[in-house]
């Protein structure tokens, strides 16, 4: 079957640096997408990655290894709206994404 | 960047009613259409796949016949959940794509509630 998995819950300090994983096994592979979710919102794309290596973009950065089977969503100078819900979701042989659960990032003060 | 507008954002409605939902691509042709629901501190869950011109695929589970899908153009689709009851309330997210690789662009989402 197909599987998606990151942490459930990860929790950081204002300013500091956090990296969320995420490993899949899918049927094939055309691209793996990071979404940012608040509350109550309809998610956001924050990047996608089809190639190895990593993807910077402001204080986000994206991280691939495809022979690995895995990602990782890094953020950088954390603020308080960082607080939400990360979402890993990758789009296998079909070009249907299969999404993660969702890793909920809390930042203290 | 590629903006979907979603309408309306929050609905009442009584139970037995039925609503429909538009989801519009404001900016690039949508070829294909992606409709999710979404319960309160649970994961997406997608309902139905739309591509323009041709009938909606549904996931296991979801009654076609009662979460209708159109998609008649390139711009838009809509979702019509028709004899609405309180276990529908939920968060109705739809999400459209211009290629196969292009990455999903989200609508804000309708909160709808049956009472």
């Known amino acids: 079957g197909q599987n998606i998995d990151q942490p459930t819950e990860m929790t950081a300090t204002e300013g500091a640096i956090v990296q969320i994983n995420c490993t899949y096994q899918?049927?094939?592979?055309?691209?793996l997408f990071w979404y940012q979710q608040h509350a109550g919102e309809a998610p956001t794309f924050l990047s996608y990655n089809v190639l190895d290596g990593l993807e910077e973009k402001g204080r986000f950065s994206s991280f691939l290894s495809r022979s690995k089977g895995y990602s990782y969503l890094l953020l950088k100078e954390l603020q308080m709206k960082d607080s939400a819900s990360y979402l890993c979701?990758?789009?296998?042989?079909?070009?249907?994404?299969?999404w993660g659960a969702g890793t909920k990032l809390i930042i203290k003060p | 960047g590629a903006v979907v507008s979603q309408h309306p954002s929050r609905v009442i409605c009584k139970s037995g009613t039925s609503v429909k939902i538009e989801c519009r691509s404001l900016d690039f042709q949508a070829t294909t259409m992606f409709w999710y629901r979404q319960f309160p501190k649970q994961s997406l869950m997608l309902m139905a796949t739309s591509n323009e011109g041709s009938k909606a695929t549904y996931e296991q589970g979801v009654e076609k016949d009662k979460f209708l899908i159109n998609h008649a153009s390139l711009t838009l689709s809509t979702l019509t959940v028709t004899s609405a009851h309180p276990e529908d309330s939920s968060f109705y997210i739809c999400?459209?794509?211009?290629?196969?690789?292009?990455?999903?662009?989200f609508g804000n989402g309708t909160r709808l509630t049956v009472t």
């Open positions: 899918t049927s094939g592979f055309n691209g």
């Open positions: 999400s459209a794509r211009g290629t196969e690789y292009s990455p999903l662009h």
């Open positions: 979701a990758v789009m296998d042989s079909n070009y249907q994404l299969i």
